[in-house]
C-alpha cells in the first residue's frame, strides 16, 4: 500500500560516504593539470565544446585505434563526426574519414590491411558500408543497398562481408497505388505502416553483387532499431544472427540464436533459450557466448553464457550474480572481459571459463561503455587485439571521456587523448559516492555532487537526478547535468533505487511488481542519509528525472509533500496508457507478469501509475518531453499536465518536435539542461 502524502516516519538508515579517489600513478602525472588554476565553472555554453567518443576498434596488431570522434556544431546544429585514428604508443592522432556524412561502426579486417565502416550515401542518405585500404586511397562505397546497411561484419578470410538490411516495404505496390491502410499488430502508436523484416546479405569486400541468405517473416532487426551483428563461424562457412519472431519490438523477448550455411542457404537454432543474443565465436575452438537475462526472467541482470555446438550453454557469470552491459572475448578464448556496474563505479572484469572473476585495474577511470546500456548490434564496450591489448572509452568525475588502452589485461590504463581538456581548467562540483541500508535491508547506494565553492558549515538546496531505464545505474563519472546544477549552487543526489543494474540481481529484481512504491522507499531512504550528513536545506528540496526518472519523480511528487519543485521529463504516468501504445508493450508486463486488461492485473497495473495518485501533488512541476516519442509516449505528460493545471497546481509543459527519447542536437539538448537548472533555481533559491 503506497505512502499516504507527507508520511516522514521512515525507518533508520546507516550511512556511509566514500570519496572518489585521485590516482597518484606516475604514468598518468603528465595527463592531470599541472596547477589549481581554473578559469571558472561549467557553464551552459561549454557543452558545445565537450568532444564524444565512442565505438573504439583496436588494429589486430593492436597498434592502432579507429575510434568515433564527435563534436557538435552550434551554427548547423548537428553532431559533426569523423574516425579518427589513434597510435598507441604514442597517443598521436589523424583524422580517417574525410567528407564523410555521419561515419560509425568502424571495423578492421582481420589481417588490418583494410578499414570499413559506414557512412551516408551523398546521394540517397543511406547508411552504407564503405572500405578504405589502410596503404591510402579514398574509401570505395561497398554496398548500394536501396533501404541502407544497419550492421555488418568481416568475414574470417576478410575475402566477404556480411551485413543487415531491411527488406523493401511489404505493401509498396498498394502505397504507389494510393492505398496506404497497414495492418496493426505489436507496434507503436506513431506508425504509420507495416515494419519489413531486417534480413542477412553477404558481399565480396572487393566489390560485386550482394546476395541475400535469409528470408521471411522473422527479422534480424526491430522498428526500435535494435539489430544484430553478424557472427562469422571460425572456418567462414557460417553465419550467426539474433533471430527475433518478428521486425516489432514488442515480440523481440522471444528471440533466439540462429545460423545459416553460406553455400546452402540451411538455417538452423543455435541457441533456442529465449531472450538470447549478442552472439559471438571464440577466436579459437569451438566455443561461443552470448547474453540472455539469468534463467530467462527479464527482471533479472543480463548474464553471460558460454556454449558449444556439442556442449550444454553455461552461465560463467553466475557466482557474481548481477548485470553486464557488454563481453570481449581475450585472443586465447579461455577467458572473456565483460563490463558492468559495481556500486557506483563502471568496471570490467576478466572472467575465466572455468573460475573467479577479478577486477581490472581501472583506478578512478569508469569504463563508459554506452553509459551502461547495449544495443542489439551486439557488445561494444571494450576491443581486444589479437595479442590481448585492450581498448575502451573511460571517464573520471571530473572529465568526460577519452580512450584509454591496457597494454595487457593485468596493466594499468593510460590514456591516449586529451579531447577535453578544457573542463581540466574549469572549478567542478567534487562528486562522491554514498552508501546506506535502505527500508528492506538492501544494500543501497547513489552518487551526491557538492556545489561549487561548497563551504564546510553551510547548508545548500539540493536536487534529486533520478535516472532511467530503471535498468541502468548512475555512477560517478562526470555528469553534464550534475555539473551544471552543482555550478548553479545545488547539492546534486542520483539515487540508486531497486531495479537499478549495479547492486546485484536481488536489488534489481526487486522492483517486480513494486514498480513504484519500493523504488520509492528506497529514493527516500537515500535522501534521509543524505540529510543526516547535515549540509542540505531541507525545506529547499526538488525531484526530476527523465523517463523512469521522470516515472519516478511523479510517483514521489505525489506520495511525499517535500519537494519545494518538481521536474518530470519524459515521464511514464499511466502504465496501461504506456502497455497499449508505446512501442516496448510487451516489457512493461514483465515488471508485473501479468497484462494490465486481465484479473491478475488489473489492480496492480492502476496502483503502480502515479496519474491515479495525481490528486496529492502540491509542488510546482515543469514538463518536458518529445513530440514523436515512441518509448514514453507523450499522450502520459499531457495527462499529468492536466490534472496538476485542473487541481491549482503550477505547471508548465514544453515538448521538443524531434522522434527521439530524449534530445541529441546541440541547441536543443542546452534549451533542456537551460529549463531543467533555471525550474530549480527559480524555486528553489531564495
Known amino acids: 500500500m503506497a505512502r499516504s502524502v507527507g508520511d516522514r516516519n521512515a525507518p533508520k538508515y546507516t550511512c556511509t560516504i566514500h570519496l572518489v579517489a585521485i590516482l597518484g600513478l606516475a604514468f598518468l602525472s603528465s595527463l592531470l593539470p599541472a596547477a589549481a588554476t581554473t ?35 552550434w551554427e548547423t546544429d548537428e553532431n559533426e563526426r569523423e574516425i579518427e585514428l589513434v597510435d598507441v604508443a604514442s597517443g598521436a592522432r589523424h583524422t580517417f574519414t574525410h567528407a564523410r556524412q555521419s561515419p560509425s561502426s568502424p571495423r578492421w579486417s582481420p589481417d588490418g590491411a583494410y578499414l570499413a565502416f559506414l557512412a551516408k550515401d551523398p546521394k540517397t542518405h543511406k547508411d552504407q558500408v564503405f572500405v578504405a585500404s589502410m596503404r591510402g586511397g579514398d574509401p570505395q562505397r561497398l554496398t548500394d543497398n536501396p533501404q541502407g546497411v544497419d550492421s555488418y561484419a568481416w568475414s574470417p578470410d576478410g575475402k566477404s562481408i556480411a551485413f543487415v538490411a531491411q527488406d523493401p516495404p511489404l505493401n509498396a505496390k498498394a502505397i504507389k497505388a494510393h492505398n496506404k491502410v497497414f495492418r496493426v499488430t505489436d507496434g507503436h502508436f506513431l506508425l504509420d505502416k507495416e515494419i519489413a523484416p531486417w534480413h542477412l546479405w553477404v558481399v565480396p569486400a572487393a566489390g560485386g553483387q550482394a546476395s541475400q541468405l535469409t528470408h521471411g517473416e522473422f527479422s534480424l532487426g526491430t522498428e526500435s532499431g535494435s539489430t544484430t551483428t553478424p557472427a562469422w563461424s571460425p572456418d567462414g562457412t557460417r553465419i550467426a544472427f539474433t533471430k527475433f519472431p518478428s521486425a516489432y519490438w514488442a515480440s523481440s523477448f522471444r528471440s533466439v540464436i540462429a545460423e545459416v550455411e553460406i553455400k546452402s542457404d540451411t538455417m538452423r537454432t543455435v541457441v533456442d533459450a529465449q531472450g538470447s543474443g549478442y552472439f559471438t565465436f571464440a577466436p579459437v575452438g569451438d566455443r561461443f557466448a552470448f547474453q540472455r537475462p539469468r534463467d530467462g526472467d527479464q527482471n533479472n541482470g543480463d548474464a553471460v553464457y558460454v556454449g558449444s555446438d556439442d556442449g550444454e550453454n553455461r552461465d560463467v557469470t553466475a557466482a557474481l550474480a548481477r548485470h553486464f552491459n557488454s563481453y570481449a572475448w581475450m585472443p586465447d578464448g579461455r577467458a572473456l572481459v565483460t563490463s558492468g556496474a559495481l556500486g557506483t563505479h563502471s568496471v570490467l572484469w576478466k572472467q575465466p571459463l572455468v573460475g573467479k572473476a577479478s577486477l581490472l585495474h581501472l583506478g578512478e577511470i569508469q569504463a563508459n561503455d554506452g553509459l551502461g546500456t547495449t544495443t542489439s548490434a551486439g557488445p561494444t564496450g571494450v576491443s581486444v587485439s589479437r595479442k590481448g591489448v585492450i581498448a575502451f572509452i573511460g571517464s573520471t568525475t571530473t572529465h568526460p571521456s577519452e580512450l584509454y588502452i591496457l597494454d595487457s589485461i593485468a596493466a594499468k590504463p593510460r590514456r591516449l587523448t586529451n579531447v577535453n581538456a578544457f573542463l581540466d581548467k574549469l572549478d567542478l562540483g567534487r562528486t562522491e559516492s554514498i552508501e546506506w541500508t535502505g527500508p528492506d535491508g538492501f544494500h543501497e547506494d547513489g552518487v551526491l555532487t557538492y556545489p561549487v565553492g561548497y563551504e564546510t558549515g553551510r547548508k545548500y538546496p539540493l536536487v534529486l537526478v533520478i535516472h532511467g531505464g530503471p535498468m541502468i545505474a548512475s555512477n560517478v563519472g562526470f555528469q553534464r547535468l550534475a555539473q551544471l546544477l552543482a555550478s548553479a549552487g545545488f547539492l546534486v543526489f542520483q539515487p540508486n533505487y531497486r531495479g537499478s543494474t549495479n547492486l546485484g540481481d536481488a536489488y534489481q529484481h526487486a522492483m517486480y511488481r513494486d514498480t513504484g512504491e519500493g523504488p520509492g522507499k528506497d529514493v527516500m531512504a537515500g535522501l534521509a542519509a543524505v540529510e543526516k550528513l547535515g549540509i542540505v536545506d531541507m525545506t529547499r528540496v526538488g525531484v526530476s528525472g527523465w523517463s523512469y526518472g521522470g516515472y519516478m519523480s511523479a510517483w514521489l511528487s505525489s506520495h511525499h509533500d517535500v519537494w519545494k519543485a518538481a521536474l518530470l521529463g519524459a515521464p511514464v504516468t499511466d502504465w496501461l496508457m504506456d502497455y497499449s501504445i508505446s512501442f516496448y508493450q510487451g516489457g512493461d508486463a514483465f515488471y508485473f507478469g501479468s497484462s494490465p486488461w486481465t484479473s491478475e492485473g488489473w489492480e496492480i497495473w492502476r496502483e503502480q501509475s502515479p496519474i491515479n495518485h495525481v490528486r496529492n501533488v502540491k509542488a510546482p512541476t515543469l514538463i518536458l ?38 534530445p541529441h542536437d546541440i541547441v536543443q539538448v542546452t534549451d533542456l539542461y537551460r529549463r531543467w537548472v533555471g525550474w530549480m533555481e527559480e524555486h528553489l533559491k531564495p
Open 39 to 73: 578559469t571558472g565553472t561549467f557553464q551552459l555554453d561549454d557543452l558545445r565544446r565537450i568532444v564524444s567518443l565512442s565505438a573504439a576498434q583496436i588494429s589486430p596488431d593492436g597498434k592502432q585505434v579507429a575510434v568515433i570522434v564527435s563534436r557538435p556544431n
Open 625 to 662: 518531453g518529445s513530440v514523436k516519442d515512441a518509448n514514453v509516449p507523450l499522450v502520459n505528460a499531457f495527462e499529468w499536465y492536466h490534472a496538476l493545471r485542473d487541481n491549482g497546481v503550477p505547471v508548465e509543459f514544453y515538448a521538443y518536435p524531434i522522434s527521439s527519447h530524449v
